[in-house]
């Protein structure tokens, strides 16, 4: 009988040796590969909550988010067949002009725990890059990062550029310089302060989408 109770546990936990294993033998029994998703998202949710009380740290929430990518690359597959897509899709990047992506990597990272489809667009992204990806994707939301606070205006234009030309997509804003008064000012659509907020953030604004 698949253990997926132990599945959650090693995706939290961050082992990939048992995160990989664990999820062959519940695909191998046939178990619905949705339900096999919702038991390693509930690890990240797990994560991501103990990452905002201060009780885990960043390294510990990269070790996590690689065990469940090994976890998920054995599922695409089977999801795929099966016709499951995830319901919104997300598109991230580091702002024009930054080339830190720490943060950003971290935000896909639980972002795809948080049941998205993400396409990173790695760093020193353009305005119209994000618009031209959001729209070849049919993303729901966009995520930029800074952490230079010379780069921070460059958010501004981004989401200007999305509202203009792909009304109805959700623009949020995050890195160490960000504040919530920032995003305000520039007309984002949410800020989170770190990765895991970033998903409450995203399932918020995506559950009136």
């Given at each position: 009988m698949a253990d997926l109770a132990a599945l959650t546990a090693a995706v939290e936990a961050g082992n990939r040796a048992a995160a990989g294993e664990l999820t062959q033998a519940a695909v191998d029994e046939g178990v619905d590969p949705r339900t096999i998703l919702s038991a390693m998202t509930a690890a990240m949710d797990v994560v991501?909550?103990?990452?905002q009380e201060g009780e885990l740290f960043v390294p510990e929430m990269l070790i996590a988010a690689r065990a469940m990518k090994a976890g998920t690359a054995i599922l695409e597959p089977v999801l795929l067949a099966a016709g499951v897509k995830p319901e919104f899709r997300?598109?991230?990047?580091?702002v024009e002009g930054d080339l830190h992506d720490i943060g950003k990597n971290l935000v896909g990272m639980m972002w795809k725990g948080g049941g998205?489809?993400?396409?990173d667009?790695?760093?020193n992204v353009s305005a119209a890059a994000f618009v031209a990806a959001a729209r070849e994707h049919d993303a729901h939301i966009v995520g930029l990062s800074a952490l230079l606070t010379t780069t921070m205006p460059n958010m501004r234009g981004v989401v200007e550029a999305v509202h203009a030309g792909l009304p109805g997509v959700r623009v949020v804003v995050g890195g160490a310089p960000v504040t919530p008064e920032f995003a305000a000012q520039i007309g984002a659509d949410g800020y989170a302060p770190d990765a895991g907020a970033a998903v409450d953030l995203a399932r918020g604004l995506l559950a009136h989408a």
């Open positions: 991501g909550r103990k990452f997300a598109v991230v990047g580091t998205l489809e993400v396409f667009l790695g760093v």
